[in-house]
Nanobody
Framework: QVQLVESGGGLVQAGDSLRLSCAAS????????MGWFRQAPGKEREFVAA???????YYSDSVKGRFTIFVDSAKNTLFLQMNSLKPEDTAVYYC?????????????????????WGKGTLVTVSS
């Protein structure tokens, strides 16, 4: 079992930066792919970024070049550095982990297959 707890959300202005954290307990990240999804009101949960067990990363087109996903293995914590935030980035951000799936997290609906989730942290970007 893996427990995930997100933090770092808040209210910021367009153009600002935020860093989200996802602290894992129960097991280390080793052997798990990790990632971030977000869900805006009235919309489907969507992929943001993921880091595979190989440490390679991939991003949605909407955040590529602005967001960076990385892991601090010593702290068993996943991060999402978000720069140049836009109002359309407003959403609840969820951390996810899975030991079986490392690819295709960006396929619509794939999130249903992932095993572990945090409860989310709200990011609001004002214009």
């Amino acid at each position: 079992q893996v427990q995930l707890v997100e933090s770092g959300g808040g209210l910021v202005q367009a153009g600002d930066s935020l860093r989200l954290s996802c602290a894992a307990s129960g097991r280390t990240f080793r052997g798990y792919s990790m990632g971030w999804f977000r869900q805006a009101p009235g919309k489907e949960r969507e992929f943001v970024a993921a880091i595979r067990r190989s440490d390679s990363t991939y991003y949605s087109d909407s955040v590529k070049g602005r967001f960076t996903i990385f892991v601090d293995s010593a702290k068993n914590t996943l991060f999402l550095q978000m720069n140049s935030l836009k109002p359309e980035d407003t959403a609840v951000y969820y951390c996810a982990a899975d030991s079986a799936y490392g690819d295709n997290w960006n396929v619509p609906g794939m999130w249903h297959e992932l095993s572990y989730w945090g409860k989310g942290t709200l990011v609001t970007v004002s214009s």
